[in-house]
C-alpha cells in the first residue's frame, strides 16, 4: 500500500491516470515503480502545511520536523496562498488576460484560473512545473482544464520555458502577461542569479506585464520591536531543507528588492503577505512577525 494520502473522493474523481509516459521531451509522469519517495520535496511538504493529501511519509516526516521547530508554518503558506489569490484579482482587474504560473507545485483550489475567471471568465492560464514527480500530481489536476497549459520547464531555462508549444499556443506576448513566481525563487541559490532569471523573463513580455512574486525571509517584522530572528530555529528549517531535493535560500527584504529588475512594485511594496492589500482583519505585530513570507506585485513599464 502506498504511503501517499488518498482520499475516497478521490479514487472515484474521473480523474485521468497520469503515467507510464514513453521518453522524450514531453515526458511528463511516471508509473508507480519511478517514483521516488526517499527524499522530501518542497513542493509536496507545502501541500503538507496546507491541509493537502498529494504528499509521502518522508515528506510528512520532514515538514513535522519544521512545524516543531516553527510552529507557525502553517499560518505562514496560508497567508502565502491567500496574498497570491488578491494578487491575482489585482492583476486580472487591471486588464490582464492571460498568466504564466511558475512553480506551480500541487495545485490548491482556489488555483490562479479560478481565481482570475471569477470576475474574466476567459482568462488563460499556462502552469509551469520544474520536478517531474511534482508535475505529475499537478499535471493531473490541471490537465482537462480548458483554456489553461502545463508545461514541464525550469526558470534557470526561461527562453526554453516560454517558447514552450503550449506557452505559445495560449499566451500571446504582444499582450501583457501576468508572471505568478510564488516559491520559487526561496530555492534559487545566488549562484544561480536569481535577479538574471527575473530580467530574462522580462524581456520576454511586453509593458504593462505584471510580477507577483512572494519569497520567505528571516527577517524580524520591522513593526514588532520585540521581533527577533530565531537563528536556533532558522538553522534548523534550513537542516531539514538540505535533506530535501532543493535547498531553502531565505532573503532580506532589501534582496528581495534587488531581483525585481524591471518590474516597479505597486503599492504598499514589499510587505509582509497579510500586509499586500488586506481584505480582512490584519494579524497582530506579533502574528506578522511570525509570518515568513514577502509579497510584491510589479508592474513593467
Given at each position: 500500500?502506498?504511503d501517499?494520502h488518498c482520499?475516497?473522493?478521490?479514487?472515484g474523481?474521473?480523474?485521468p491516470?497520469?503515467?507510464p509516459?514513453?521518453p522524450?521531451?514531453?515526458?511528463?509522469?511516471?508509473?508507480?515503480?519511478?517514483?521516488?519517495?526517499?527524499?522530501?520535496?518542497?513542493?509536496?511538504?507545502?501541500?503538507?502545511?496546507l491541509?493537502?493529501?498529494?504528499?509521502?511519509?518522508?515528506d510528512?516526516?520532514?515538514a513535522?520536523?519544521?512545524?516543531?521547530?516553527?510552529?507557525?508554518v502553517?499560518?505562514?503558506?496560508?497567508?502565502?496562498?491567500?496574498f497570491v489569490?488578491?494578487?491575482?484579482?489585482?492583476?486580472?482587474a487591471?486588464?490582464?488576460r492571460?498568466?504564466?504560473?511558475?512553480?506551480?507545485?500541487i495545485?490548491?483550489s482556489?488555483?490562479a484560473?479560478?481565481?482570475?475567471?471569477e470576475?474574466?471568465?476567459?482568462?488563460?492560464?499556462?502552469?509551469v512545473?520544474?520536478?517531474p514527480?511534482v508535475a505529475?500530481?499537478?499535471r493531473?489536476?490541471?490537465?482537462?482544464t480548458?483554456?489553461?497549459?502545463?508545461?514541464?520547464?525550469?526558470i534557470?531555462?526561461?527562453?526554453?520555458?516560454?517558447?514552450?508549444?503550449v506557452?505559445?499556443?495560449l499566451?500571446?506576448?504582444?499582450?501583457?502577461?501576468g508572471?505568478l513566481i510564488g516559491?520559487?525563487m526561496?530555492f534559487?541559490a545566488d549562484e544561480?542569479?536569481?535577479?538574471?532569471l527575473?530580467a530574462?523573463?522580462?524581456?520576454?513580455?511586453?509593458a504593462?506585464?505584471?510580477?507577483?512574486?512572494?519569497h520567505?525571509?528571516?527577517?524580524?517584522?520591522?513593526?514588532?520591536?520585540?521581533?527577533?530572528?530565531?537563528?536556533?530555529?532558522?538553522?534548523?528549517?534550513?537542516?531539514?531543507?538540505?535533506s530535501a531535493?532543493t535547498?531553502?535560500?531565505?532573503?532580506?527584504?532589501?534582496?528581495i528588492a534587488a531581483?525585481?529588475?524591471?518590474?516597479a512594485?505597486?503599492e504598499?511594496?514589499?510587505?509582509?503577505?497579510p500586509?499586500?492589500?488586506?481584505?480582512?482583519?490584519?494579524p497582530s505585530p506579533?502574528?506578522?512577525?511570525?509570518?515568513i513570507f514577502?509579497g510584491?506585485?510589479g508592474?513593467?513599464d
Amino acid at each position: 500500500m502506498s504511503d501517499q494520502h488518498c482520499t475516497p473522493e478521490a479514487a472515484g474523481s474521473g480523474v485521468p491516470e497520469i503515467g507510464p509516459y514513453p521518453p522524450g521531451p514531453e515526458h511528463q509522469g511516471f508509473s508507480a515503480e519511478e517514483i521516488d519517495t526517499s527524499r522530501p520535496h518542497p513542493a509536496r511538504m507545502y501541500d503538507y502545511f496546507l491541509g493537502g493529501w498529494d504528499n509521502y511519509e518522508v515528506d510528512r516526516v520532514a515538514a513535522d520536523r519544521v512545524i516543531e521547530v516553527y510552529p507557525q508554518v502553517r499560518d505562514s503558506v496560508r497567508a502565502n496562498h491567500a496574498f497570491v489569490q488578491r494578487a491575482v484579482r489585482t492583476v486580472v482587474a487591471s486588464g490582464i488576460r492571460q498568466f504564466v504560473e511558475i512553480g506551480t507545485g500541487i495545485p490548491t483550489s482556489p488555483n490562479a484560473h479560478e481565481v482570475a475567471r471569477e470576475t474574466a471568465p476567459g482568462t488563460r492560464v499556462v502552469y509551469v512545473e520544474s520536478d517531474p514527480i511534482v508535475a505529475t500530481h499537478a499535471r493531473a489536476r490541471l490537465a482537462n482544464t480548458p483554456e489553461t497549459g502545463f508545461v514541464l520547464g525550469d526558470i534557470r531555462d526561461a527562453k526554453a520555458l516560454l517558447d514552450h508549444p503550449v506557452v505559445r499556443e495560449l499566451i500571446d506576448f504582444d499582450r501583457p502577461v501576468g508572471l505568478l513566481i510564488g516559491g520559487v525563487m526561496d530555492f534559487i541559490a545566488d549562484e544561480d542569479n536569481p535577479a538574471g532569471l527575473i530580467a530574462r523573463l522580462a524581456e520576454t513580455v511586453p509593458a504593462g506585464s505584471h510580477l507577483v512574486l512572494s519569497h520567505g525571509t528571516h527577517e524580524p517584522y520591522e513593526g514588532y520591536p520585540q521581533g527577533r530572528t530565531d537563528e536556533v530555529a532558522r538553522s534548523n528549517v534550513e537542516d531539514v531543507y538540505k535533506s530535501a531535493s532543493t535547498p531553502l535560500v531565505l532573503r532580506t527584504k532589501a534582496q528581495i528588492a534587488a531581483i525585481l529588475g524591471p518590474f516597479a512594485p505597486l503599492e504598499p511594496g514589499i510587505v509582509r503577505v497579510p500586509l499586500w492589500r488586506p481584505d480582512g482583519p490584519v494579524p497582530s505585530p506579533e502574528e506578522l512577525n511570525n509570518t515568513i513570507f514577502y509579497g510584491v506585485v510589479g508592474r513593467k513599464d
